[in-house]
């Protein structure tokens, strides 16, 4: 290699360093895909203010909504990869892959990971007038009536949804799917009776499980939630396996440097190490992940593998 090219790496490479050392040098912008006010905003709004003080540099938190959360997805794909673009993905990311064949970007292809922020936890609940007290109970009552039993989600390809099309599949029943715009309207009809169960986020459902509107009868992530110590899992319970549980993560578009990337993650994690940060995603009905970007990326594509399956096998379509 001639000596001027030796020189003009070793200049880049010093540039490269640099410019690592010296981030952040302006606000970054943390784009989340859903309205604020909801459960992925609810996150970012909590762990942001720490990340702040590591870095010294305010993430702002800019809400892109729109299309299952592609909009905010597509735009940090296409940003410039310098770190000061990143994007709180959820599962939505993993699921859209089979859902939408014809999306803007690939999740794995255009996104470095960050760090896993955490994993939401789930609960199969039921009207109370419904004669089930437990889910063996009600996957009897659904046998006996094939497709007389309805379930709500927050609309079609949601995570709803799919919680409940995994579910009819691995517990063989047959239940009736009833979409709605939204976890509110859903929950609304399920305390009026108009649906018979929803597997939701606990997050949701908690304030009606304790005031006794709805029943709980199973928790759909792998391990009990501490504050329904009674309440089994789904596999536990009856449908060995089952498990749906909703990752939320930090990602930066590809090509983002490695430093970068290094420090983003070490800003995330000691926001998630913080004894507030943890209260208010677990008072959610969160678990608290953290660790290097790696296991982001394990979990994501186990998800986009697992819940493809899901969407092909039930047929899945969105409005």
């Known amino acids: 290699m001639p000596f001027r090219w030796v020189l003009l790496l070793l200049a880049a490479l010093a540039s490269m360093s640099a410019q690592a050392q010296e981030f952040p040098a302006r606000p970054i912008r943390l784009v989340v895909p859903f309205p604020a006010g909801g459960g992925t905003d609810v996150v970012a709004r909590a762990v ?57 970007f690939d999740p794995l292809k255009d996104f470095s990971p960050i760090v896993l922020l955490l994993m939401n936890q789930s609960v199969l609940v039921v009207n109370p007038k419904l004669p089930v007290s437990s889910l063996q109970e009600f ?29 009819k599949i691995m517990a063989e ?18 305390i009026a009776g108009h649906i018979d169960a929803m597997i939701i986020d606990l997050a949701v459902a908690m304030p009606q499980v304790k005031a006794s509107k709805v029943k709980a009868l199973a928790i759909g992530s792998a391990q009990r939630f501490e ?61 608290p992940m953290g660790g290097p970007p790696e296991r982001l990326g394990q979990v994501l594509r186990a998800d986009i593998e697992k819940y493809g399956r899901i969407v092909r096998a039930a047929k899945m379509k969105v409005d």
């Open 48 to 104: 942001a203010p720490k990340m702040s003080e590591v870095l010294g540099q305010v993430v702002v938190i800019d809400n892109r909504a729109g299309a299952g959360g592609n909009v905010g997805a597509e735009l940090v794909a296409k940003a410039p990869a310098d770190g000061y673009t990143i994007l709180l993905a959820a599962s939505t990311v993993a699921v859209n892959v089979t859902l939408m064949p014809n999306l803007p």
């Open 139 to 167: 996957i009897a009552l659904a046998k006996s009536k094939p497709g007389g039993l309805t379930y709500g989600s927050s609309g079609n390809g949601s995570g709803a949804h799919l919680a409940g099309e995994m579910f």
């Open 173 to 190: 029943v047959d239940l009736t799917h009833v979409p709605y715009k939204g976890a509110a309207p859903a929950m609304n009809d399920l």
């Open 227 to 287: 504050s329904l110590p009674d309440v089994p899992t789904i596999s536990e319970a009856g449908v060995p396996g089952y498990e749906i549980s909703g990752l939320m993560g930090l990602v930066a578009p590809t090509g983002t440097p490695r430093d970068i990337i290094a420090r983003l993650n070490e800003a995330a994690n000691r926001s998630l190490q913080t004894p507030e940060v943890r209260q208010q995603l677990t008072a959610l009905g969160t678990i």
